[in-house]
T-cell receptor, first 112, second 115 residues
Framework: DAKTTQPTSMDCAEGRAANLPCNHS???????VYWYRQIHSQGPQYIIH???NNETNEMASLIITEDRKSSTLILPHATLRDTAVYYC?????????????FGKGTHLIIQP | ETGVTQSPTHLIKTRGQQVTLRCSSQ?????VSWYQQALGQGPQFIFQ???????GRGNFPPRFSGLQFPNYSSELNVNALELDDSALYLC??????????????FGPGTRLTVL
């Protein structure tokens, strides 16, 4: 699976949109971009995923560049409960061994 | 819809002992993956179980083994515990149909401390 690069940490004011970038310049055509977040000492929580098109759900929006080499996760109105480590993962949707490869992620801190 | 559950929540063992961790998959899911997360690191893939067989493994020694049961629940067994095995152990369930695999959903984890 392709490697991802994320900033180590980011701050965002409560109520503002949090924009978390991810670079995946070696992504293959059949690899999806997934985002998870992990609040301290809890299990990772699935947020959203996409292949080529932008995606939106009740939690966030995912913007993928046309060349698919980078993406941005957008939390439209950040709250204090959104403070967490956010992981960007690329993986092939396949029927074989399907372990997710986590990096160190971005520690997002929402400031009151 | 019931989410992924894990037991126990916390566990303390001593070096050389053996431990069994348990995971119940989310309803409708037939695949279970296990991860180890050391302090300050991202989760690392241990192995995955599908149709009661190991189906893919990360870079972990054979003393890490598992089982999957007909109801899709799973166990992770670790023999000859070492201090470095202290970590949060995460279970994730997903649904495999044909050639594709659905999104993985994680449980809350089991915190293992080896003294």
């Amino acid at each position: 699976d392709a490697k991802t690069t994320q900033p180590t940490s980011m701050d965002c004011a409560e109520g503002r949109a949090a924009n978390l970038p991810c670079n995946h310049s070696t992504i293959s055509g059949n690899e999806y971009v997934y985002w998870y977040r992990q609040i301290h000492s809890q299990g990772p929580q699935y947020i959203i995923h996409g292949l080529k098109n932008n995606e939106t759900n009740e939690m966030a929006s995912l913007i993928i560049t046309e060349d698919r080499k980078s993406s941005t996760l957008i939390l439209p109105h950040a709250t204090l409960r959104d403070t967490a480590v956010y992981y960007c993962i690329v993986r092939v949707d396949r029927g074989g061994a399907d372990g997710l490869t986590f990096g160190k992620g971005t520690h997002l801190i929402i400031q009151p | 819809e019931t989410g992924v559950t894990q037991s126990p929540t916390h566990l303390i063992k001593t070096r050389g002992q053996q431990v069994t961790l348990r995971c119940s998959s989310q309803s409708g899911h037939n695949t279970v993956s296990w991860y180890q997360q050391a302090l300050g690191q991202g989760p690392q893939f241990i192995f995955q179980y599908y149709r009661e067989e190991e189906n893919g493994r990360g870079n972990f020694p054979p003393r890490f083994s598992g089982l999957q049961f007909p109801n899709y629940s799973s166990e992770l067994n670790v023999n000859a515990l070492e201090l470095d095995d202290s970590a949060l152990y995460l279970c994730a369930s997903s649904s495999r149909t044909g050639q594709s695999t659905d999104t993985q959903y994680f449980g809350p984890g089991t915190r293992l401390t080896v003294l």
